[in-house]
């Protein structure tokens, strides 16, 4: 079965400080790996995902996230931390095709403090 | 058009009601997924309809029901709700088929209130 776990259900930078978010995934075939973000009372963005064609995944809003697989990680960057950036981030693995399921971390709740 | 569609946007029923949301993409996508989220919880997945035929169920109590009338259309069908069961109600829409990496599109979501 694949799962994820996020590190940490709250973070809190400073605005302009890097940001990052964690998340280790356990799968017994190379997975596809997702970062997703919800603002309150919204649904989820996608701000980028891992299929194995680069393990850089540069996403939307200045993020970027790094499959590792030695580590078994696909953490969750972003250089300077903006007030627009506080939300909710979700990490998420599935299989291969079709419709197969996404099983979603608990997410992360990003603070950003001015 | 990369957006998901939902309707209402907030409903508030008893307990007795019957009610309907209703979910619309415009993206040719061929798999469609409701999910449940609580208040500070992911994402849980209830139903996948694949090529409008209904590939997952995750164990839904029957007064849920879903129904993909056609390849853009989604609904979910209330009826004897709890109040347990108030939740966001997220729709979903991805490429499907085989081969397509399985990005999904949420909609904004219908915020259900059972009274």
């Known amino acids: 079965a694949q799962s994820v776990t996020q590190l940490g259900s709250h973070v809190s930078v400073s605005e302009g400080a890097l940001v990052l978010l964690r998340c280790n995934y356990s799968?017994?075939?190379?997975?596809?790996l997702f970062w997703y973000v919800q603002y309150p009372n919204q649904g989820l963005q996608l701000l980028l995902k891992?299929?194995?064609?680069?393990?850089l995944v540069k996403g939307i809003n200045g993020f970027e996230a790094e499959f590792k697989k030695s580590e078994t990680s696909f953490h969750l960057t972003k250089p300077s931390a903006h007030m627009s950036d506080a939300a909710e981030y979700f990490c998420?693995?599935?299989?291969?095709?079709?419709?197969?399921?996404?099983?979603f971390g608990t997410g992360t709740k990003l603070q950003v403090i001015p | 058009d990369t957006e998901v569609t939902q309707t209402p946007k907030h409903l508030v029923m008893g307990m007795t009601n019957k009610k309907s949301l209703k979910c619309e993409q415009h993206?040719?996508?061929?798999?469609m997924y409701w999910y449940k989220q609580k208040a500070k919880k992911p994402p849980e997945l209830m139903f996948v309809?694949?090529?409008?035929?209904?590939?997952i169920n995750e164990s839904v109590p029957s007064r849920f029901s879903p129904e993909c009338p056609n390849s853009s259309l989604l609904n979910l069908h209330l009826h004897a709700l709890q109040p347990e069961d108030s939740a966001l109600y997220l729709c979903?829409?991805?490429?499907?088929?085989?081969?397509?990496?399985?990005?999904?599109?949420f909609g904004p979501g219908t915020r259900l209130t059972v009274l």
């Open positions: 799968s017994s075939v190379p997975p596809y």
């Open positions: 309809y694949s090529y409008e035929k209904l590939s």
């Open positions: 979903a829409s991805s490429q499907g088929g085989q081969g397509y990496h399985n990005e999904q599109f």
């Open positions: 998420a693995v599935s299989g291969s095709g079709g419709y197969q399921k996404v099983t």
């Open positions: 993206m040719g996508h061929r798999a």
């Open positions: 891992y299929t194995s064609a680069a393990t």
